[in-house]
Structure formats: structure tokens, C-alpha cells
């Protein structure tokens, strides 16, 4: 049995429900969840008011309550609990990560697992980086495919603060791989290191056998920035078969 607290959170919620938007919402997630059909400005307006009702869950409430949000069949329910993680994130502890792996394995898609790995643990590891070897050596390594994405993307936010030779580490390691998710992470995580040091990219990517899909993505920010395709690398690529 759910909290009072997830009762009148799930009732509120459900109030407001839209059938007319809830099923295209599902079909553009390839119909792996149910969904209210709350978007998201209307559904963050509706957290929004329920929290000044209700107020925020007592720190000592609130793991358990983001668990059983996350349980819920609706999408808007695991978008509601990580906006509740997203306002205590100051107030996280080390022991939040266990919280946040089992979020990023579970009811597992990209709409949750990279605001989970972009925002909510890379936050975690810039205040506690003695977690960093101890969890992401485990993901890069697993055979769960968000938990190897999480360990490429949780990064994306640290800018001059960022492990380069980590993050070019993960990616070799994945870089064979064919799984479309884990060629847009590879992509999309040095197109946002490209923008504090393109260089570094720039010889990444011409040294690093990428697959096309990385390749394009990597350097999208550098060809947008200077206006043209780059021009003499010699980068080797294979058939993108995704």
C-alpha cells in the first residue's frame, strides 16, 4: 500500500488526465509505457501547485515515496518523482546513488535515464567524486545498456571539470558496440565536451574507430560553430546499420 503522501500526489495527478493526448504520447515512446496524457508544462504547473498544497516529503519520506511513484503504470509518475529528487539534489547524500541505479534500471527508457545520469548523479558526483570509480567501472561494464549509457553521459554537464581521459576511456569501450542508444551517447557526449575543448575531440574522433552515427554527432557543435564541414580528417568509420 502507497504512502497518503503518493495517494493524493497519484489522485491529483489523475485528475487532470487528457485521453486525447495520453495515447500519441505513448505511441512516441513506441507504446513501452501507459501515459495521463499530462505534457510536460501543464504536468510540472500541476506538481507545482500540488507541492504548495502539500509541500515537499519529509527528507526521511522521500526515497520511499520516489520508489513508489516510480512503480506506478503512468509516465507522468516517474517524471513527477525525479522532479521531487531534482528539488533535493543539495541535500543528497552518498547513499542516494543506490536510489538512483536502481531508477536508471528500471522501467528503463531515455526520456528518464538521461535526466537521471545528466542532472541527478552527475550532480551526486561532483559533491561526493570518491563515488565515481566505484560505481561507473561497474556500469561501463555491465550488461545493462543504460547503465553503460549513464556511464558515458554522466559528464555531460561538468564542462572544464571533466575526466577526459575517463570519458574517452568509457567510450572506447563501447565504441564497438551496435546498440543505436549507446552510438547517440558516445556522439552526444563529446559534442558537449567539444564545446569546452574541440581539439580534444576533434583528434578523438579522428583517431577512435566510431561508428558513423557517433561520428555526425560528435562534431555537430564544431561544423555548426565553424560554419562548414570539417575538412582533412581522416577518420575511420563503419556501416552504421542502425
Request: some cysteine.
Amino acid at each position: 500500500m502507497n504512502s497518503a503522501y503518493v495517494n493524493q500526489l497519484e489522485e491529483w495527478l489523475r485528475s487532470q488526465a487528457n485521453e486525447a493526448n495520453a495515447g500519441p504520447m505513448s505511441t512516441y515512446m513506441r507504446n513501452r509505457f501507459p501515459f495521463l496524457g499530462l505534457k510536460n508544462p501543464e504536468r510540472v504547473i500541476l506538481t507545482r501547485s500540488f507541492l504548495l498544497e502539500y509541500g515537499m516529503p519529509p527528507d526521511e519520506e522521500l526515497e520511499q515515496i520516489v520508489r513508489e511513484l516510480w512503480l506506478l503504470p503512468e509516465r507522468e509518475f516517474q517524471y513527477t518523482a525525479m522532479h521531487l529528487l531534482e528539488k533535493r539534489m543539495k541535500q543528497s547524500e552518498p547513499e542516494r546513488i543506490e536510489l538512483l541505479q536502481w531508477m536508471i534500471t528500471t522501467k528503463s527508457w531515455w526520456d528518464t535515464v538521461d535526466l537521471i545520469a545528466g542532472k541527478l548523479v552527475g550532480g551526486l558526483f561532483t559533491r561526493y567524486p570518491e563515488l565515481i570509480p566505484v560505481y561507473t567501472d561497474i556500469w561501463i561494464a555491465s550488461e545493462d545498456l543504460w547503465l553503460r549509457r549513464s556511464a558515458i553521459l554522466f559528464q555531460l554537464g561538468y564542462k572544464r571539470d571533466t575526466d577526459q581521459q575517463l570519458l574517452f576511456d568509457y567510450i572506447r569501450r563501447c565504441a564497438g558496440e551496435d546498440d543505436f542508444f549507446i552510438r547517440k551517447a558516445i556522439g552526444w557526449a563529446l559534442r558537449e565536451y567539444s564545446k569546452t575543448d574541440k581539439e580534444a575531440v576533434i583528434a578523438f574522433v579522428a583517431e577512435t574507430k566510431l561508428s558513423p552515427l557517433s561520428v555526425r554527432e560528435a562534431l555537430k557543435w564544431v561544423q555548426a560553430k565553424e560554419g562548414k564541414a570539417m575538412k582533412g580528417l581522416d577518420i575511420e568509420t563503419e556501416t552504421d546499420s542502425t
